[in-house]
């Protein structure tokens, strides 16, 4: 287990241009912005095919999904990716770069899913989703050992809760998980909510409980398992890696659920980044944190895939 407070590099100035071209989009929504329109607006904000890739869309079994795989990529290795933007906006293209990055970081495959998006689809279509991706995986012929799971955010929060469906129904778990700022408690209960909530310039606890409802609806209880992993048995998890931003205010769903696994025996560990926002490892082209953080996710998967 490594614990890891990395100072942060980026002068004030680039990281608050980022902060203000964030909070634009967010702040130009209102309670009359239709959901189409958010996500065309987050899709415009992080899309870019700077980074050269094979991009081939595919039905995973019915699951929207597309290969992303850089240059030199080994065609038997391969990272799952699940995107974030609160289970309700956020797309493979708007993560585009992001997977592609990590697919030229780790070596290997990347396949981005589009899992059903709330409010049209609630709990648990996203959860079925990313399972019967990767089942359409193995099914491909890939070893279990030659898969990860990454996600971000809310899409942290579902690879996670996947690796929990497939361990209950006896299913070959993957080699490894990477998440940043994964949500792991729609219940927003940890004390960073209040201890961040003057430095996060993104989110806010009323921000992640507004989401949380809109994913689970009227029927679903945001302390379950599956809806918020933190409060899941963690047992016989893969080796996990999360990273996450210490002016979060969901820095303690990385800290409080990288300390439960821990205890369960999950070889998990934890990098907190000294000043970094939400899911900045999308920001490449200003921070130079995000490009040092997918390096070092990109040796973690190596250092798991089955050897050659």
Request: glycine content about 8%.
């Amino acid at each position: 287990m490594i614990w890891q407070t990395s100072a942060a590099l980026t002068s004030s100035k680039p990281l608050a241009l980022t902060i203000e071209r964030v909070s634009k989009v967010y702040g130009g929504w209102t309670r009359t912005t239709s959901v189409e329109q958010m996500r065309r607006d987050w899709d415009d904000l992080f899309w870019t095919d700077a980074v050269p890739a094979q991009c081939v869309p595919v039905s995973a079994d019915g699951v929207e999904a597309s290969w992303l795989d850089a240059p030199g990529a080994d065609p038997r290795k391969v990272l799952l990716y699940f995107h974030g933007g609160g289970f309700q906006v956020g797309s493979i293209r708007s993560h585009r770069d992001l997977i592609v990055r990590l697919s030229a970081a780790a070596g290997c495959r990347a396949l981005g899913i589009n899992y059903r998006l709330a409010p049209e689809h609630r709990f648990p279509a996203a959860l079925e989703d990313a399972a019967t991706a990767y089942r359409w995986l193995l099914d491909q012929g890939f070893e279990a050992n030659n898969i990860a799971f990454c996600g971000d955010s809310a899409g942290g929060g579902l690879a996670l809760s996947a690796l929990l469906v497939l361990r209950e129904q006896g299913m070959p778990l993957p080699a490894a998980a990477a998440l940043m700022s994964a949500l792991t408690d729609l219940t927003a209960s940890g004390e960073s909510y209040a201890t961040r909530a003057e430095a996060d310039p993104i989110h806010q606890r009323i921000m992640i409980l507004a989401m949380a409802k809109k994913y689970l609806g009227e029927s679903a209880d945001a302390h379950s398992p599956l809806a918020s992993p933190l409060f899941a048995d963690l047992h016989g998890l893969p080796p996990l890696l999360l990273q996450v931003g210490d002016r979060e205010v969901v820095l303690d769903d990385s800290t409080r659920f990288a300390a439960k696994a821990l205890a369960a025996g999950v070889d998990a560990s934890l990098e907190i980044w000294g000043e970094m926002i939400h899911v900045f490892q999308q920001f490449t082209s200003d921070l130079p944190e995000a490009g040092k953080a997918i390096d070092y996710m990109g040796r973690f998967f190596k250092k798991h895939w089955m050897p050659s």
